[in-house]
Structures are given as structure tokens and as C-alpha cells.
């Protein structure tokens, strides 16, 4: 009986025990199902990670970035050497492909030991979960921690791919001296990119983030190596290395650089300055975005471009001299901004003398003035009187400009002179005689200068502020044809997975006369040409040694600023000098950096480019004219000079000047001609 009774309690235990491991299985796997649904409700968990937002120049070099210290650079799996994938996944997660996120073998082990130490001694993370608390929590050793660990690396497991999940993790391990990812810890370690990696170089590298500080190759080789002939040595068991393989990987050499690919961004930093700014405020970026957002930023810049531009400006200005300057060059064909430089020197003033001021531009605004005048009927040949005049106007107040050195010609010039020689009095009446609203209007809708030109008789001499940038762009226009364009800074934005999430797009626009253009044009190439020499000398003598190649310009001088803008076919570049609180420049040599700079710098940047020259258009014709009346030259005339003009528009008359005694019929003036309408309002006016 009392066999019985003891038989009979022991099937109740059993029974028991089998409720109860049943109870517990079904607790477990509704526990098991509740996680899975809660993970499934909560979704994919954003993988985004803070990354250093790069910015290049049109050649893709790397021209700076934003960080916080920490060097982030995020690439594809296809982008990462095979050799590094292999030896990170033989040496961290072996069964990274099999399991589910994790690893219960090892969890098992990890556990006994855990509670041999009684306390958390040994890990068991996988990858997956490693990269959960990469992205989302934090490193210490806590069971909470790991609870959260385990829901994370449920639901990235449960919403991404595998390579999803290795591409992630390599892209944000971290692995010492402020580098995260695989790709900033190439550039630091070994001068590379993570896809140039060798073997023995991938085996150095993936034992680094179990102790970055430890194993690091800069300063601890020896436990480098010790822990790379590890790696090397479980490649070989898995399969993935012969030992003949893994022998010769461990005694290649290996070349320790120790320096990031990008320690600052020294590169055009007042450019740089500019790009951020758009993408704050033109393109809606958030300022967290730019700075951490990873952004691929490919911007306009030409290096070689930006370095001419740096190294001429130096040599040109004493280091002891006060003067600022802002500069720009730009191709004109599309507006896109070569080199920029917004000050001598970034770290001690920001402040973008390039963009941001509005100075006088003295008379390189003549050429937006005379381009009107064309437009209402004036040609390269027109007349009028250089001399000391007083303006009167209805309110009684009087206007008497002044050429430079109070040079006069004391009779008539033409315009190409008067454009050559910087006259201030033909330039005056021209405002009057066009309406002095023309050149606001002209400056603002077919220029595109952004501040006002003022309608004062004064505007014709640049005293209505402007920006550099403007100007530049505004010669540009001369320079394409007579084609809109605007400054352009920034051709495409990628996000941290390379979505375009900009692309600049341009479309061609006619807004200037490709005629008149090309008329305003040439007679631009005259400050250049002794040829125009009459009371003074045209402006660009003093530079004229130095061009090797056909250029258009102007200068501009006032007491307190000097510029110099102009172009060739292929390049459009504009300098400002002076100083930044208006004080007067004196010293002439002052008065000449600009135009040094600008003529320096189009010779070295335009070095390897072949010489172009000004193509006339089909609606213009040239001819020899005497420069200094304006008429058709004879053969008899001491200077000639080939000049454009719009067909229809060129002189009839012959200079009668220089003629000899035996005259050519051809080349006689007619004894009456009439006159056009222009000058009969002229002489009526003047």
C-alpha cells in the first residue's frame, strides 16, 4: 500500500511537472509571439546616424566637411574591401548569415560564465546586436540595457536584410581616434579607402573596435598585431584562407599613416561659407542636417582656380598693407562660381568682402550704361565733347563731374574711346541724354544686380552701390552672348544614401542683343589698345604687358575703392580693393592691386586653355576706322583700328584728315551728308 501511495505521488509530481513545463512553453511562446507583434507594430527603427557632411569642388576632391569631432563617412557594402567583411564577420559573429539576430550558443556560454563571476564578465552581442546599441542605446553593462538591446535587434532584424544590417554596422563601429565606420578608419589607419584594402590590413582593422584604445596600430602596434594574427588565424579555420595565405598576410608590411583625410577644411573657406548658406536658406536645409546629416554637397569650385586666386593675391598686397579685396572669377557659360576669396584672411575676418559688401563701383558700371546707349542708336563711333561742363537742372542744382587728373580732350572723342579712356563727361550726358531711369532699369532686369542703381546723374560713375558677385556676373552676360546667368555655388545635394535631394537646372535665356553684345564687347578690348590713346591713356596700359591672350574689361576707381572686371571667352573674373570702413586709398600703388590681381590671375588660370579670340556675330560688320574721329580710315591715316559694328550702323564717311594730295575717289568724303536724327538732337543738346 505504501508502494502504492508513494508510486501514486510521484505520477502527481510528474504530472505536475509537465502542467507546469507545458504552462511554462505556452507562457514563453506568448511572451515569445507578444514580442514579435510589438515589434512588428513599432516598425523598421530609423538607421539614419549622425555622418560629417562633405563638400566637393567640380573635380570631386574633397574641399571640406562639417563634424563634431567625430569622423563619419558612410559607404555602400560594395564600396568596403571583401577581405574586411570576411575577416569582421570570422572574427565577431561566425554565424551572422544563420541566425535570427541571436546567437543562443554563445549567449548559453555567456551566461555560465556570467554567473560563475556573478557578474556581467562576458559578451555574446552579435552584429546585429552591436549595431542595435550603436544606434540606439548605450554601452554600459546592464541587464535593462540588453532588454532594450534584444526589442531593437528584433525589429531591425525583423525589417532589414542582412546586408542592410552588416553594411550598417561597418558603417558605424567605431574604431578609434574619433573614426566611426570602416571607411574613416581606412582613411585614418592607412591613408585609403575602404574598398583598397588588403587582406592583411583588413585582419588589422576589424580587431579594433573590441578595444579601440587598446588595439589601436598607432599606439600599441604590438597588440595590434597580436590580435590581427588572430584574425587571420580564425580566416583560416573558416575556410576563408589557406595557411599559405594567412602566412603571407601577417608578415606583409604594413604602412601606418595616422592622420584623418580631412583634418580641416582650409579650402576656400569664405566659398564654403557661401554653400552653407544656401542650403540653409535657398534649399530649406536644417542647420543639424548640414553639420551631421552626411550630406554630399558638389559644388562649382575649380581648385586650381581657387589656389591662382589665392597665391596672386598674396603675392600682389604686402603682408603689412590694410586693403581688403573681394574677388570672383566664373565661367559664363553657366554662371558657376570657379574660386571665390572674401578677405586676406578667413580666421581673422569671416566677413565675405565677395557677397556680402556694397561698395562703389566707379566706372566698371559704364558698360551696362553704354549698352543702353546702344540699344538707342549710339554706335563705337558716336561723338561727343570732352570738356569741363556743368550740369543745371530744374531745381537749380548743378552737376560738374570730373575725368582722372582733371584730363579732358577739349573736343569731340567717340564712344570707344570714352570707354577706353574711362571719359566721366561723356559718360554723364550719355545717363542724361538715355533718361537716367534707363540704367536703373537695364542694371536690375537685364544685368541682374541686386541693389538699386540710384537715378542720379552720378550713377553713370558707379556711385550707386553694388556687390562683387554682381558685377561679375553682370560681365558674364557680356561675356556669354548676351545669356542670362546667375552665380551658381552648389550643382547637386545628395542625403546620406545618396537620394539627389537637389540638382541645379538652368535654361538658356536671350536677354541682351548678341549684336550689341558683341559691339560692347570689342570696344571692352580697348583698354587694351594704345591705339585709343588721345588726352590720357586707356586704363589697362598699365597691365597690358602682362596679357598674353585677347581679354574684355574695365576698371573702376573711386577715392575709396578700385576694381578691375573682365573676361575672356572661357572666364569671367572681377577684384574689388580698398578698405573696410571707406577710408581713401592715396598711395598709387594701392590704386593698381586690383588690376595686378585680375591680370595675373586670368593668365594663370587660363594657362593650359587654349587662346580663344571673340567671335563676331552674323548681324555685325568690321571696318577700319580712324579710332580717334571715329570715320572710315584711309591709307593715309597714322592709326587705324578694325571696329565692330552692328550692320547698317558703321561709318560712311572717309577721315578727311591725313588725306595727300592725290586723293582716291573711293576714299573721299562726300561734300554733303545727312545728318541722322542722333545728331541733330546732339547738337541741339551739347
Sequence with gaps: ???????????????????????????????????LIYAKVQ???????????????EDGSVIGETNTGEKRYWV???????????????????????????????????????????SKVQGASTISQQYARNLFLSHDKTWKRKISEALYTIRIEMNYSKKDILEGYLNTIYYGHGAYGVQAASQYYFGKDANQLTVSEAAMLAGIPKAPSYYSPVTHIENSKKRQELILQSMTEDGILSKEQAAVSKAAPIRITGEHAHQKAETAPYFQDVVKSILRSDLGIEERTIEMGGLKVYTTLNPDHQKAAEKVVKEQIPDKSDIQLGFVSMNPKNGYVTALVG????????????????????????????????????????????????FTFDDGKKYSPHNYNNKYANGDITLAQAIALSDNVYAVKTHLFIGQDTLTKTAKENFGLTTKVKKYPSSALGTSGARVIDMVNAYSIFANGGYKVKPVFITKVED??????????????????????????????????????????????QIRKDATRPYAGKSGTTNTDNWMIGYSPQLTAGVWTGYDKGKEVSLVDDKYYAKKIWVHFMEEALKDEPVKNFKPTKGVVGVAVNPHNGLLATEDCPVQRFTYFVKGT??????????????????????????????????WIF
Design 343 to 390: 578677405g586676406r584672411n578667413y580666421e581673422e575676418s569671416p566677413f565675405n568682402r565677395a557677397v556680402q559688401a556694397i561698395r562703389q563701383p566707379g566706372s566698371t558700371i559704364k558698360p551696362l550704361l553704354y549698352y543702353s546707349a546702344l540699344k538707342q542708336g549710339f554706335t563705337p563711333s558716336t561723338t561727343m565733347k570732352s570738356e569741363m561742363t556743368s
Design 650 to 683: 558703321e561709318p560712311t564717311e572717309y577721315c578727311h584728315e591725313h588725306l595727300g594730295e592725290k586723293e582716291s575717289p573711293k576714299e573721299k568724303a562726300p561734300e554733303k551728308e545727312k545728318k541722322s536724327w542722333y545728331d541733330k538732337v546732339k547738337d
Design 43 to 57: 516598425g523598421p527603427p530609423p538607421l539614419a546616424v549622425p555622418q560629417s557632411t562633405l563638400i566637393y569642388g
Design 76 to 118: 555602400g557594402l560594395e564600396e568596403i574591401s571583401p577581405a574586411l567583411i570576411e575577416a569582421t564577420i570570422s572574427i565577431e559573429d561566425k554565424s551572422f548569415y544563420q541566425h535570427y539576430g541571436f546567437d543562443l550558443k554563445r549567449m548559453a556560454g555567456a551566461v555560465l560564465a556570467d554567473v560563475k563571476a556573478m
Design 496 to 541: 546620406w544614401s545618396g537620394n539627389v535631394i537637389y540638382e541645379q537646372k538652368s535654361k538658356k535665356e536671350q536677354v541682351l542683343d548678341p549684336d550689341l553684345t558683341y559691339v560692347m564687347t570689342h570696344m571692352l578690348t580697348g583698354i587694351f589698345d594704345p591705339k585709343l590713346n588721345d588726352y590720357s591713356t586707356v586704363t589697362g596700359i
Design 1 to 35: 500500500m505504501e508502494l502504492m501511495a508513494r508510486m501514486g505521488k510521484t505520477k502527481k509530481y510528474a504530472r505536475f511537472a509537465v502542467v507546469g513545463a507545458l504552462a511554462g512553453m505556452v507562457l514563453f511562446l506568448v511572451g515569445l509571439m507578444g514580442i
